[in-house]
């Protein structure tokens, strides 16, 4: 166990739907990282939160969208949904600068598009 | 059309035997790697880490070794276990904030223990 809490564990939708994706970061970690995986493409980073602020961008579409409250934890909100959009989708969190680099996984969100 | 899913290399070892997973990164700048095991259905777990100022790491069980003339990373497992079975990563930083930025990750490769 991580220590990284990800909710829902599946989420099935419908196409143009919108959905939101929740994450809890280890305790003490102000880092969340938001990253896809799907068969096609692998595992890609989509964005980087640090303590409230957008830090980092990867491959984010602009339907999606991410935040991280005051509490540290983060929420994926994916919009006008399509079904190459399924996929899993992790959250990561690390140490914060000069305590380590390492990113810890959660379980996933599996999110089906139909 | 049809979905073409990632082809993973394949590697099969004997129980007992030491296995060594491959990996070419693709950014000279990148000044961190880390390797992460991922059972099926579950999130990448980490297994070990190093900087580009180091040339080889030990952890319990496993040593990454990195050789940045050739951008290649490598680990290595000792007295590999039917529980080592899974599809490893390998992982760059993107960004130059040594490490703490998002990763680019390599395909896998999917490790088979037999027995």
């Known amino acids: 166990d991580s220590g990284v809490t990800q909710t829902p564990k599946h989420l099935i939708t419908a196409t143009g739907q919108r959905v939101t994706l929740r994450c809890s970061p280890r305790?003490?970690?102000?880092?969340v990282y938001w990253y896809q995986q799907s068969l096609d493409q692998g595992l890609q980073f989509l964005i980087q939160y640090y303590n409230g602020e957008e830090r980092a961008k990867g491959n984010i579409l602009e339907r999606f969208s991410a935040q991280q409250f005051p509490d540290l934890h983060s929420e994926l909100n994916l919009s006008s949904l399509e079904l190459g959009d399924s996929a899993l989708y992790f959250c990561?969190?690390?140490?914060?600068?000069?305590?380590?680099?390492?990113?810890?996984f959660g379980p996933g969100t599996r999110l089906t598009v139909t | 059309g049809e979905s073409v899913g990632l082809h993973l290399p394949t590697l099969s070892v004997q129980e007992g035997d030491n296995s060594i997973i491959n990996c070419a990164y693709s950014n000279s700048a990148s000044d961190y790697f880390i390797w992460y095991k991922q059972e099926s259905g579950k999130g990448p777990q980490f297994i070990i880490d190093?900087?580009?100022?180091?040339d080889k790491r030990q952890g319990q069980r496993v040593t990454v070794l990195l050789n940045k003339t050739v951008k290649h990373l490598s680990l290595q497992i000792a007295a590999t276990q039917p529980g080592d079975s899974a599809v490893y990563l390998c992982?760059?930083?993107?960004?130059?904030?040594?490490?703490?930025?998002?990763?680019?990750f390599g395909k896998g490769t999917h490790l088979i223990i037999q027995p």
């Open positions: 190093i900087r580009s100022n180091m």
């Open positions: 990561a969190s690390s140490p914060n600068p000069g305590e380590g680099y390492e990113q810890y």
């Open positions: 305790s003490g970690d102000l880092s």
């Open positions: 992982a760059e930083n993107i960004g130059s904030g040594g490490g703490a930025d998002g990763l680019t």
